[in-house]
Structure formats: C-alpha cells, structure tokens
C-alpha cells in the first residue's frame, strides 16, 4: 500500500496510473472510487484509502457507480489477454479484439490506448516491426527476414516502418550500411554534447562521447560532418539543454521493441519542471509490475534531454541513476524547476 500523502496526490490529479493501486473511500458518502474518479474531490479529512475494494467493503464501504472501481481487475485481464493475442503474426482486428476480450469496440479502444499510450493497430505494427528487427539480424536474406515477420510483403513491410526504423531493412541487417548520418560534436552548459541526425530526425544526443562512439553504434553507416540541414538540429538541441522552458519539437529517428516505445512516450509526456517515478511510468503504460523493465527502457534511450528520461527519480525521491552522471541529471532537474529540486545535491 503506498502512503497516504502520495495517494491523496494521485487523488487530486486524478491520475489513471494509480487505478488499481488503492481506492479511495469517502466516509461521508460509504462509497469507495477509482483514484481517477471524476467525481467532485471529497474534503481530505473524509477519506480513507485502502488496497483493494474488497478492504473498502469491509469497511461498510459500497462501490462507486460512477468509475465502477471494481472493474479494475477485469481491465488489466482483458489488457493481458489482448497484448498476447496482438503479439500474434496475424493480430485480430479491433472488433475481433474487443470480442474476445468482452467489450465493445469502441469502448476498448479507449481502454487500450489509456493503458498502452498507443492504439491496438499501432501497438500491433510495432511488435510486427519488432520481430522484423530480430529477423533481420538472423535471417540470410532481407526478403526472408520480412516474412518471417509476418508481412505479406516488402511493400507493406516498408509501408508499416515508414518513420519507424529510419533505415533500410539492409541497413538494420548490416549494421547501418546505406545510412548516412552526419554529426557534430558542440559546448554546452553541461558539457560536450554530442548530435547525430539521419535525413529523417535526431537519432543520438548523448554527452562525452565522440565520433568514434557513433562510429561503434553504426559501423557501415557513413558518418559525415554536420551539414547546414543538420546544424539546425543542433541548433535546437543545445535549446533544449540551455532553456528546456522553451525547447523545440524536434524530429527524432529512434526505434524500440513496443514497451520501450510507449516508455519514451510517456516521457515526452513529463511537464518540464515535473518528475515521475520509475513506478509512475510503469503504471502509465499499462505494466504496474514491470519497474525494472520500465527502468532498462529508461536507460535504454539514445536521445537524452529530447526524450527526458532526467525527468524519472526514484520512489523515496533520490534521482536514480543515468547515463551521463547523477550531476548533469541534477543539473537538469534544477533548471526545469522540479518540484524535489531541494532534494537534489548541490554541484
């Protein structure tokens, strides 16, 4: 059971994450709510919070009619047993999904989306394209590697990845090889910085390392030196560092397994000056169990700062770890004026 200040504060934001965690009684009215519940928030000396509605009941307490928090439990089964059946080679359309699932079509789309952050198509494509990734570094051919997959064939595949992987099928099998990305390494507040862009977006921001780092992540790419287009995306990301108040919506060219992907996802979402918890965000896309995951997806993010993974700290309000030293991520956090800022080390 989290505490109660922590609660109370999901309760005022009604923060969907939570829906699952607790439930929140009011005494003055014996009824216990989702934390989400768009009900008029009861005065704070009214409320109890419990782990389960089952404890709430135990109470006197009877279920909400409004946000039907018992509902909770068959949410999440219905989530599991869609994500498995979505894992499929050949997933079922919405309206096959929401059958088998017990909904109606309309409904779990709403559900599927608030839990995953991404819809059931394109929650689908990206497991599809997941799969693509691990063929094509094991299949002979490129050709087999996208019907291993799943795909009925090259065009589709190049049509479901457009925008995703930022490179050729080739390329993901050869380690970049027909990938031009070029890069500059340039002075920042924090630190030398790193930027390195294919035609489609950003596809490293990273700190102290040099072309030789790149170099290793994509060793047939062809590395070239920043050119007039690249260098307004530098441009932009040192922005980024020195004032994220104002930082610019940049293109990104990254790709990840589906769960990395809605990770990231919910980190763009982090309002500058706010922090999360590696457990927020495990919540925010539908896996309350999964914090280690959520925590290796975190790291796993190649473009620090424009995917603000400086924005996740731990539970007891320590920042965690990060990649480019616990310093740089207090630093961050202290010119976005996070809330827990004072719990941050002075540099």
């Not at 997941?130 to 009925?152: C, M, N, P, Q, W």
Request: hydrophobic share 40%; charged share 25%.
């Amino acid at each position: 059971m989290i505490d109660a200040d922590t609660a109370w504060a999901a309760v005022l934001r009604r923060d969907r994450s939570f829906d699952g965690r607790f439930v929140t009684g009011v005494l003055t009215t014996g009824i216990y709510c989702r934390p989400s519940c768009a009900a008029r928030h009861p005065a704070r000396s009214n409320v109890r919070f419990f782990s389960d509605g089952a404890a709430a009941r135990a109470s006197g307490l009877r279920a909400c009619k409004r946000c039907v928090p018992d509902d909770v439990a068959r949410d999440e089964a219905a989530m599991a047993k869609a994500l498995h059946l979505l894992r499929a080679q050949e997933p079922p359309s919405l309206d096959e999904l929401a059958e088998a699932v017990g909904y109606a079509p309309h409904h779990f789309h709403r559900l599927f989306k608030r839990a995953t952050g991404v819809t059931p198509a394109a929650f689908a494509r990206a497991e599809r394209a997941k799969r693509a990734t691990y063929a094509l570094a094991s299949e002979e051919r490129v050709t087999d590697a996208i019907y291993e997959a799943g795909y009925s064939g090259p065009s589709r595949f190049y049509e479901d990845t457009k925008g995703r992987l930022g490179m050729t099928p080739s390329a993901w099998k050869n380690g970049g090889a027909g990938a031009v990305i070029r890069w500059a390494v340039v002075s920042t507040s924090l630190g030398q910085m790193l930027v390195a862009a294919t035609e489609k977006g950003i596809c490293r921001l990273s700190f102290d390392e040099g072309g030789e780092a790149l170099a290793d992540r994509f060793p047939k790419a062809e590395i070239l030196p920043a050119d007039a287009t690249t260098q307004s995306l530098i441009e932009g990301a040192v922005q980024a560092v020195e004032n994220p108040s104002r930082m610019p919506d940049l293109p990104l060219d990254v790709a990840g397994t589906a769960f990395q992907e809605a990770v990231w996802q919910e980190l763009r979402r982090i309002p500058v000056g706010e922090t999360r918890t590696y457990a927020d965000i495990a919540n925010a896309v539908g896996k309350p169990k999964a914090v280690r995951a959520a925590g290796s997806a975190n790291g796993a993010n190649n473009v620090a700062v424009l995917i603000p993974c400086h924005r996740v700290v731990r539970t007891d309000g320590s920042l965690g770890g990060y990649a480019y030293g616990l310093e740089r991520k207090a630093k961050l956090l202290e010119r976005e004026g996070a809330a827990d800022s004072p719990q941050i080390p002075m540099l």
